[in-house]
């Protein structure tokens, strides 16, 4: 996905905007972190994912009315057009395909493990693949997490508490988690 469709349509996001919906394009996300989320039939928000470098979101991939995509951190991110969409194939597959990876994660055992297994596959994919650790750099709320998993905040909170204990995970500032080798 190295090559730009229409640098005119590239945008930058602050921390905390959503990107604009339409039926007319998509968004190939060039760095940042996008984390979208749904409101269910009881009017709670529900987190269903988060997307970084080369993944394309974008209301055409939601059948959702209240689809939302709001940045976690900076965004540049380029619109892509219908006209242009055959180009964004590997995009489109890799969006499918981490679909399957949190509904596997989701579905898998019991509360801890799916846990465990979320931060993994969020450190997975947002680490600098320079640094040895895994770590998620971008601040995920305890609540986000039970979000993605359908579990109460304070299961979540409890958990990550055990986890620390346990010597699993680190959490030397808010906005990180250290994973030791465990995932």
Not at 46 to 63: A, E, F, I, Q, R
Not at 80 to 88: A, F, G
Request: positive net charge; hydrophobic residues 35%.
């Amino acid at each position: 996905m190295s090559a730009s469709i229409a640098r005119e349509n590239l945008q930058l996001f602050r921390t905390n905007e959503q990107l604009p919906l339409s039926s007319e394009y998509l968004w190939l996300i060039i760095e940042g972190v996008v984390k979208s989320s749904t409101t269910n039939q009881k009017g709670e928000n529900v987190t269903l994912s988060y997307w970084g470098k080369n993944d394309v979101v974008g209301k055409p991939l939601s059948s959702d009315s209240l689809y939302i995509l709001e940045c976690v951190k900076p965004v540049k991110a380029e619109k892509i057009y219908i006209q242009d969409w055959e180009k964004l194939s590997s995009g489109v597959l890799r969006h499918g395909q981490q679909i399957k990876e949190l509904t596997y994660i989701i579905r898998t055992g019991k509360v801890p493990q799916r846990l465990l297994l979320l931060l993994g596959w969020l450190a997975n994919k947002f680490s600098d693949k320079l640094n040895p650790n895994k770590s998620i750099n971008f601040n995920i709320t305890h609540q986000e997490l039970s979000e993605i998993m359908g579990v109460s905040r304070i299961t979540v909170t409890k958990i990550l508490n055990q986890f620390e204990e346990q010597g699993v995970i680190s959490r030397p500032a808010r906005s990180k988690i250290i994973l030791h080798d465990c995932v």
